[in-house]
């Protein structure tokens, strides 16, 4: 099976070779097609083209030139890196090659920093886990890995790694500042300050101030008039100290704080046939709302750009800061002992629509026979807010990594062994409420008057009563690992790779979640009619207002552990030094996880991933200048993680919910092509194209107890079906012109690039349209031979309307609602260099 697996692999590699699919740049100097690039993608510096793993690499002037901005910027120009923006860009998760994060899994895809993972939070959504916003500024390049890269990397990423470096202090007195003004009033300051204090010792400060405007419009009239918004600033000091002439020791310090109003969806269907039953009253009620609201934006003439969002005072609030610390010992000129510590901390404060409703309770035949009196009653389907004195996500984490590279003295054979540890923990309680059902004027104060009433048992349907969900949670992680990866060189051209790693993972979680039901009370108001616990699962007895608001009665902790070995082993074959072939097989491994917000259903089991690729890398030199290299994978995943909706029992008092599940098996296979090519010193042509077929191959929904509030589960997806953000066909062309000029005028280039997204599913059986980007910049260096720069770009060239992800409620809500993608954004840069 193996063989038969790596003859498929080679037969698709074989036919993308033949077809000259294009492929994607990744130079790290102007000519993007040179190919000595140096890359740490082993923990080692390494020739790019000497390395076997599929890697996409950014230089500084390609992530200005493309408006690379946020981590998940780097989507948008990667053949298989896709992301998940459910929840706004700045909260987003990566998708690489069909592997997916939902909700409060570990990550697929590891974001690393100066060779240190991103800061761990786990709150109410995703976040957290990656490099705060600013962090793409003032940088030696991004490497985009893809595959597994569980021997090197830690928590054991499936879907492969993202590798932010930073630009390092250098010897000289140098810098630059920078000015950025767009449409929807974008103004940008970026800088950067390079001093050597002493020839041992040299500093460097970055810095990064971003504002702009959102594109997504609100005619509510309630709360912000925008929402998909830029608000956020960023520094960094690095400093470099030489002990001796053996010993570095290398510090970077980082902060970044974004706040803005967070993201709205557009609304776009809803199921207005839908037939309540006693159970589906909620489902039916939201529906309906959402349908009016619909028929407000087309009587109003809206555009995809508005939205109808009825909250007050929505927010996202993102802070992190992380202390970085590597000490490099070259011991011998065969041995290197590096060690990198880190301590960091994340904290979220999140309030906003979950669903970005305006609604009323609607005026059907049903509601006019079963609550005349609520017709018209404003109420909110599931908004979070933040509560004072917590946040809503709040978790240091601290690592220790220990590293012994070294080689023999012939050269034949290199090695890199070392441990690693992971402590993130708990900074207080992570604790928000949530408003559901109500017109709670602020759900994080309990401000809920003109809530809806409680409302006696009809004939058949029970109105639900103003529901706050209080969310009090603490989460500790521990990862740690031993590791060890070799090569040996058999002869020049021949040489294996074996590499090993025993990881450990272990989740304590603590939660005292409760909820609030309120009730209008005539001549009193609308005041707490019950308070019990979240977790009727565990504590369906506990009555809150008796016991005196003692919220440690809901306590329940859950421990979930596991460890498992992973490892690489790789063939290389290089009969020229500008040709490579290698095959490799890897195993990879991501950990279980737990959430309190799914009574029952808190814990889900790691999976497993067995991934194969060939692949081929190829230089030519001459006249013309290029590369050309090709990877054929196939990914064998069993005990997946996957989404599943909950739809809640009636009068369990709660709004449905999402899970994360163990549903299955899936295969992943594909390939990918890079390449680029120099046209007489003055034209860089590059081409990039991902092929990519997932298929679920065995989908099991849990069986749920009798006692559970949720009546059913139903999982993204179905036998047959492709996985979520897992496009079959990503293409990206890009072209750079350099205008002959005398140097003493500078140099003048234009630049295009233009990218592909065939339709992807993004919740289960909803998918979006395929989507043509056409992107493009114009710059002028060193003017008349100065030290000005002058850029101009523009992104969405065509401003195309699309759709990047759906909100994913319409089990539970009966209503699709959509992001939109950014409309056409432009510019200009200013940017002043001085010193050497």
């Known amino acids: 099976m193996f063989i038969g697996r790596f003859a498929l692999l080679a037969g698709a590699a074989s036919g993308a070779i033949l077809a000259a699919a294009p492929a994607y740049a990744q130079s790290a100097s102007a000519d993007s097609s040179t190919p000595d690039i140096v890359v740490t993608a082993r923990r080692t510096e390494e020739r790019l083209q000497d390395v076997p793993i599929s890697i996409t690499v950014y230089n500084p002037e390609q992530i200005a030139n493309r408006n690379i901005v946020v981590a998940s910027d780097l989507a948008t120009y990667t053949p298989s890196l896709s992301v998940n923006a459910r929840y706004g860009a700045e909260k987003a998760a990566f998708s690489l090659r069909g592997f997916n994060q939902d909700q409060s899994t570990a990550p697929t895809v590891g974001v690393y920093f100066a060779d240190v993972v991103g800061v761990r939070a786990q709150g109410g959504t995703t976040s957290g886990n990656t490099v705060g916003a600013g962090s793409f500024t003032d940088l030696q390049n991004v490497q985009v890995l893809k595959g597994p890269q569980g021997t090197l990397f830690g928590r054991n990423t499936t879907g492969g790694a993202v590798l932010l470096v930073p630009q390092k202090p250098t010897d000289n007195l140098e810098g630059y500042v920078e000015g950025t003004y767009g449409n929807y009033d974008q103004m940008r300051l970026q800088a950067a300050l390079n001093i050597p204090l002493a020839d041992t010792f040299k500093v460097r400060l970055s810095l990064d101030r971003n504002k702009r405007d959102g594109y997504m419009n609100n005619k509510s009239g309630i709360g912000p008039k925008d929402y998909n918004d830029t608000d956020y600033v960023y520094g960094r000091l690095s400093i470099v100290a030489d002990l001796t002439p053996d010993l570095e020791n290398y510090m970077i310090a980082t902060y970044s704080r974004s706040d803005t109003n967070g993201y709205a969806t557009r609304y776009a269907e809803c199921d207005r046939n839908f037939v309540p039953t006693a159970t589906t009253f909620i489902r039916y009620l939201t529906a309906q709302a959402g349908c009016a609201q619909i028929d407000r934006q087309a009587a109003r003439g809206d555009s995809l750009f508005d939205v109808d969002v009825s909250n007050p005072n929505p927010r996202i609030l993102l802070e992190q800061w992380q202390v970085i610390n590597t000490t490099t010992w070259r011991a011998s000129d065969t041995l290197t002992v590096k060690n990198i510590m880190s301590y960091g901390e994340f904290r979220e404060d999140a309030a906003f629509s979950l669903y970005s409703d305006n609604f009323r309770f609607p005026d059907t035949p049903i509601t006019r026979a079963q609550f005349p009196q609520l017709i018209g009653t404003p109420f909110q389907y599931i908004r979070l807010a933040t509560q004072p004195g917590y946040h809503a996500s709040a978790e240091s984490t601290a690592t220790e990594e220990l590293q012994i590279q070294g080689n023999s003295a012939d050269g034949k054979f290199n090695f890199v062994l070392g441990g690693y540890l992971e402590f993130s923990r708990p900074l207080g309680f992570s604790q928000q409420r949530t408003g559901i059902y109500g017109n709670c004027t602020d759900p994080g104060t309990l401000s809920c008057a003109g809530g809806l009433p409680l409302v006696p048992l009809s004939a058949t349907f029970t109105a639900p009563g103003a529901i706050v969900s209080e969310s009090r949670t603490k989460l500790s992680f521990d990862n740690h690992g031993v590791f060890a990866q070799a090569t040996y060189k058999f002869t020049d051209q021949l040489a294996l790779t074996g590499g090993f790693r025993y990881t450990f993972d272990k989740i304590v979680g603590y939660s005292e979640s409760n909820r609030y039901t309120f009730a209008t009370i005539p001549g009193t108001g609308t005041i707490p009619v019950a308070r019990s616990c979240n977790d009727n699962f565990n504590h369906p007895t506990v009555n809150l207002l008796t016991n005196g608001g003692n919220t440690a009665a809901c306590g329940t902790t ?279």
């Open 558 to 836: 859950i421990v979930n552990k596991s460890s498992k070995p992973t490892w690489l082993i790789d063939l290389d074959f290089k009969p020229t030094p500008d040709m490579l072939f290698y095959a490799k097989w890897a195993r990879g491994y991501r950990q279980g996880g737990v959430n309190f917000t799914n009574p029952g259903l808190e814990t889900w089991n790691p999976e497993k991933v067995d991934s194969y690729e060939l692949g081929a890398k190829l230089t030519f030199r001459g006249a013309v200048n290029g590369y050309f290299n090709v990877a054929g994978f196939y990914n064998d995943f069993s005990n997946q993680q996957i989404f599943g909706g909950l739809v809640a029992k009636q009068g369990s008092g709660i709004a449905g919910g999402a899970a994360i599940i163990n549903a299955g098996k899936s295969e992943i296979k594909g390939f990918e092509v890079d390449a680029g090519v120099t046209v007489f010193d003055a034209l860089n042509l590059t081409l990039g194209y991902t092929y990519l077929d997932t298929k679920i191959k065995e989908l099991v929904a849990p069986t749920l107890a009798p006692q559970s509030p949720f009546e059913r589960v139903l999982p993204r997806g179905s036998v047959g079906s492709p996985l979520t953000y897992s496009p079959k066909h990503r293409l990206t062309l890009a072209a750079e012109y350099n205008l002959p000029l005398n140097d003493d005028l500078g140099r003048l280039s234009i630049g295009a690039n233009y990218v592909y997204t065939a339709s992807q599913l993004v919740d289960g059986n909803l998918s979006i349209a395929p989507s043509n980007v056409v992107n493009a910049n114009l710059g002028w260096k060193n003017i008349a031979g100065s030290n000005i720069d002058l850029m101009g770009f523009v992104t969405n060239l065509t401003n195309k309307t699309y759709f990047s992800t759906a909100g994913g409620g319409f089990d539970s809500l009966g209503v699709y609602d959509y992001l939109l993608a950014p409309p056409r954004m432009y510019g200009v840069r200013l940017r002043v260099n001085f010193g050497s």
